[in-house]
């Protein structure tokens, strides 16, 4: 280390750049998902006329001139403060906990420099066993020669980099090795065993194995004989030449098939989204039929589902019927998603509360973003009756486990608690569907009941000795009972109906409630028992003034709320909402950041 200077990091990573915004996301964002954290990055860029460089600025990145690959790294070593240097190419991922297992195997060797082995980001066989034999050739030839191509994450000193004068800016091929070799007579060189890189093979793909092993074969017997040879005489050329046609960002979105609410979010999200995307929908149960009706590219996938008996939550059967399908789902589920995405190649995945495409998000490496409301529970500070701590606890560890550690939680809701992170989360009002948007509503003489439970026999027996007419849905079926009109789901429908109401009466679930907000139609709420995200919804309905929340529905419940609905229509009239404007915005802009 130098005398005197002042280290705040302990590891610089330096990333020579030109018209990388297609593969340098993918980089870093596989740098941020590290357990070290103890890093600073430099990106050292020759002039892109791309989106690089405010790629590598959102990122957080240091952006500075950089040239050739040597003339980069070098810029970024000059302004680096940390004690070790890792170099890598802008076309790379690092494996999980890299950083880690790379610094600890440096220092438990006392290395002065290393690279690491390589993994192609390819299925083909050929791709396998060629990445495999280079893995091979450079441990066996590490003791004759210390030798290595492409930049596969050198690992040295800011010390011994400076000793030897960096990579010699004078070659425009193999400053690499040549970087390698001298420093190599100075301090222990050795190929990492445990990091992996995993690489692109798009310049195999562009040049073709035959020429490209060519070039390399010439390069390293070159080397091992001492001599050096130019880009020219190679014909290898720096930098990846962007294409003139247009490449849409390339999206997977997936549901959660649990009731209507995701699907009905997803389908606005997807409007919006396949205008200027390519986007692959995955979803569940009921989000399946509703959202592949309405768009193409819709495949079925399965997920889990919540068991209800007379309108509560019963732990006992949902725990059993996901655990009896989990080894099916999982199988079938992950093969489906994996085989798809591998052929898509996505850029980014969004996820509506759906399960596997988190798994899938860790599996390629590919950075996710969380919509929902589920969220809100887990990232803001939510104040509900002590009474309710167990299914609090109970449904937060539900939703910690479905959806882990995206790279921006958007999070839907009606009212807005204090958010715990705001790096990673934002609370944006609910997605309302254009139906919604574009209604005019009216005071009716009817109440919209929605139910999502069809064993609740006893709110049919209330509903029938009050003197109101009730429009009911949810019980699949057409037919008048007395004040009960019954109504199997017709989108139009239920549209006017909602429209033209003078209340609704629901369980606690999210759309219904936003949408009835909304449109300034007071709301009833019997959350579903132990469905704590229904319950906080009522709860907090209640502390708004849009209506009110009851554990039990009783004859009294109902005609005290009736009675108070001018209260609550007044308390109504401050509810603001500018469409779906805003997420839609910043899931543009999270798109053009993870996607470029």
Do not use: W
Not at 7 to 17: H, M
Not at 191 to 203: A, C, D
């Amino acid at each position: 280390m130098d005398e005197g200077v002042s280290i705040n990091v302990k590891l610089s990573i330096i990333i020579p750049t030109y018209n990388e915004e297609q593969y340098l996301p993918k980089l870093l964002y596989s740098i941020n998902e590290q357990n070290f954290k103890d890093y600073e990055i430099i990106v050292a860029d020759a002039g892109s006329i791309d989106k690089t460089k405010e790629i590598a600025e959102s990122h957080n990145c240091k952006v500075i001139p950089g040239g050739l690959p040597a003339v980069g790294r070098n810029n970024g070593a000059k302004i680096a403060e940390g004690e070790l240097l890792l170099f890598l190419d802008s076309d790379v991922v690092l494996s999980s906990d890299y950083l880690e297992t790379a610094i600890e195997e440096f220092e438990e060797k006392n290395l002065g420099i290393a690279i690491t082995q390589i993994i192609p980001m390819s299925d083909r066989s050929v791709d396998k066993v060629l990445h495999r034999f280079a893995n091979f050739f450079m441990k066996r030839a590490e003791s004759i020669k210390p030798h290595g191509a492409g930049c596969y994450g050198i690992l040295t000193t800011r010390y011994i980099h400076n000793q030897a004068n960096g990579f010699d800016e004078c070659l425009d091929f193999g400053e690499d090795s040549d970087y390698i070799e001298r420093i190599g007579k100075i301090q222990t060189f050795k190929v990492l065993r445990k990091p992996r890189l995993l690489v692109s093979t798009r310049r195999l793909e562009k040049e073709g194995l035959k020429d490209l092993a060519f070039k390399y074969t010439k390069s390293t017997i070159y080397d091992f004989r001492g001599k050096k040879i130019s880009a020219e005489e190679l014909d290898y050329k720096f930098g990846y030449k962007q294409t003139e046609d247009v490449i849409k960002p390339r999206i997977i979105y997936a549901a959660c098939g649990e009731g209507m609410g995701h699907a009905i979010r997803t389908s606005v999200v997807l409007e919006h989204l396949k205008e200027e995307n390519e986007v692959i929908v995955f979803a569940s149960g009921r989000a399946y039929e509703f959202l592949s009706e309405k768009f193409d590219d819709v495949y079925e996938i399965y997920g889990f589902n919540t068991v209800y008996e007379n309108n509560a939550v019963n732990d006992r059967k949902t725990f059993i019927k996901a655990m009896k399908n989990l080894p099916r789902d999982v199988k079938d589920n992950i093969r489906l998603l994996y085989n798809i995405s591998n052929e898509f190649k996505p850029n980014v995945i969004i996820s509506d509360f759906e399960f596997y495409s988190n798994i899938l998000s860790k599996i390629i490496r590919v950075p996710m973003i969380s919509i929902d409301n589920m969220h809100v529970m887990t990232h803001c500070k939510i104040d509900v009756p002590k009474k309710f701590s167990r299914d609090k606890l109970k449904a937060e560890g539900v939703v910690r486990s479905f959806i882990m550690r995206p790279q921006k939680y958007l999070i839907t809701s009606y009212f807005y608690p204090e958010i715990k992170n705001k790096e990673k989360v934002s609370i944006y009002p609910p997605i309302l569907r254009k139906e919604i948007l574009d209604l005019e509503p009216v005071k009716g003489d009817h109440v919209l009941v929605y139910q999502t439970s069809t064993s609740n026999s006893k709110l049919i027996e209330i509903l029938k000795d009050i003197n109101e007419n009730f429009i009911v849905y949810g019980f699949d079926m057409e037919k008048v009972d007395k004040n009960l009109t019954y109504r199997k789901f017709n989108e139009d429908r239920f549209f006017n109906d909602l429209g033209s109401c003078k209340a609704v009466l629901a369980n606690g679930g999210f759309t219904l409630i936003s949408e009835s907000i909304y449109l300034k139609k007071p709301v009833l709420s019997i959350p579903v028992k132990g469905q704590f995200e229904q319950i906080m919804n009522a709860i907090y309905l209640e502390r708004l003034g849009y209506g009110e929340y009851h554990e039990e529905l009783e004859i009294g419940v109902v005609q005290d709320f009736l009675s108070k609905l001018e209260i609550y229509n007044n308390s109504l009239l401050s509810y603001k909402q500018n469409g779906n404007e805003d997420i839609l915005k910043e899931i543009d802009s999270l798109i053009e950041d993870y996607s470029c």
